[in-house]
């Protein structure tokens, strides 16, 4: 999934369990950079390898879990690099993770 500059700054996404979701932000257009990715909810989706490359361009990877199903809240940070304080939601992602029926 893709993220570009002007996009939404809220997605909502529907996956099944087990399923890896690579994230990619293209380079801001403000003097913001990418800093951070967090999950709310880390029994549901975890956010691992995160970097940022040399263009601005940020990268993550977002791994559901393997059998149970529920909602998380992924939120990408961003920050000026010359301002002090901490860093805001810049984009956000919200993952629903629903299992597969179960036969009866």
């Known amino acids: 999934m893709t993220v570009s500059p002007g996009d939404a700054p809220v997605r909502h996404v529907c996956v099944r369990p ?45 791994r559901c879990a393997g059998a149970r199903g529920g909602t998380a809240k992924v939120t990408v940070l961003a920050k000026a690099p010359d301002v002090a304080g901490a860093a805001r939601a810049a984009f956000t992602l919200n993952m629903s993770v629903v299992p597969y029926p179960k036969e009866g």
């Open 18 to 62: 087990g399923t890896v979701v690579s994230l990619v932000l293209e380079p801001r257009v403000d003097d913001r950079r990418w800093t951070a990715v967090h999950s709310s909810a880390v029994a549901f989706v975890v956010a691992a390898g995160w970097r940022v490359d040399a263009d601005g361009t940020a990268r993550a990877t977002l």
